[in-house]
């Protein structure tokens, strides 16, 4: 089967339906999604973009794992952050508590992995820590589902309170989640640019792991293919912001041993359709 990795959505409904199309026309049903989160806020259809894609999980075995926009969704409606003006997920919020998107949000993971050829993968939002084995990631992906989408949502709204300078599990939470660059001592920087640190795969990469990562949240970056790395944030809702946006999916060789090697050109982009302004 294909497996295809989506980068940031953020509200992009219309290209996300595009792309959706697209894999269809292509493929049937004989895909297998994983999205590296985001999927909300910036853009203007969140609500719509969330619910295609957990029609997608819930219904055809989608992979999705939560990014820093979701958790902003998350402690917003818990009443631990305020609604801000750049943020565009206000139609999620104004859903009916039938609905159940608080607590479907939090029983989505942080981590997933799988494997592709004969190479181990994990799909995390921005980033991990270089010296965290696929093992220990996953460890601190499960401590992490455990807290937040336990059976009590007052016990998730209290991890969301939690202070990550004190609280270990909600530390990861913000490198998973956050993380850009990495000082030489392990901490972590959300710039890009931070003297005496690198962009955190670099110090990941010279650790020579087994195991490759797909991430985003980095749109500045754009596309990032290194062996083992597939950076897929190309900044669709930026786009008309001195830029293109786009859509970006990764879809390796299903018939590669090794699809994590460099260089590649698996990818399928799809345009943004128009310039987003700043919410």
């Not at 494997?115 to 460890?139: C, K, M, N, T, Y």
């Not at 499960?142 to 990550?164: M, N, P, T, V, W």
């Not at 699809?259 to 359709?273: E, G, S, Y």
Request: hydrophobic content about 35%; glycine content about 10%; charged content about 25%.
């Amino acid at each position: 089967m294909q497996q295809v990795f989506v980068g940031d959505i953020q509200g992009c409904a219309d290209e996300f339906e595009g792309l959706l199309e697209s894999l269809q026309m292509r493929f049937g049903v004989d895909f297998e999604l994983w999205v590296v989160g985001d999927v909300v806020n910036r853009g203007p259809q969140s609500l719509r973009a969330l619910s295609l894609l957990r029609d997608w999980v819930e219904n055809r075995g989608a992979h999705y794992v939560l990014g820093n926009h979701e958790i902003a969704l998350l402690r917003t409606a818990a009443g631990l952050r305020s609604l801000r003006r750049q943020d565009t997920f206000g139609d999620v919020l104004e859903r009916p508590a039938s609905d159940g998107w608080f607590d479907w949000l939090r029983s989505r993971p942080l981590v997933e992995t799988g494997r592709l050829g004969r190479q181990p993968f994990a799909i995390v939002h921005a980033g991990v820590h270089p010296d965290w084995s696929l093992d220990e990631l996953v460890a601190r992906g499960r401590r992490i589902r455990d807290r937040l989408g336990g059976e009590s949502r007052r016990e998730a709204e209290q991890f969301l309170a939690a202070d990550s300078r004190e609280e270990s599990s909600r530390a990861d939470v913000e490198r998973l989640t956050r993380c850009r660059s990495v000082a030489a001592n392990g901490d972590w920087f959300e710039q890009p640019s931070v003297e005496g640190a690198d962009p955190w795969h670099l110090q990941w990469a010279r650790r020579g792991h087994g195991y490759g990562v797909v991430y985003g949240h980095w749109s500045l970056q754009g596309l990032h293919v290194a062996p083992g790395l597939r950076g897929l944030d190309t900044g669709c809702v930026h786009h008309g912001r001195g830029r293109d946006g786009a859509l970006t999916a990764w879809l390796p060789d299903p018939t590669a041993e090794t699809p994590f090697d460099a260089p590649d050109t698996n990818f399928l982009k799809i345009p943004a359709r128009r310039a987003y302004p700043r919410p």
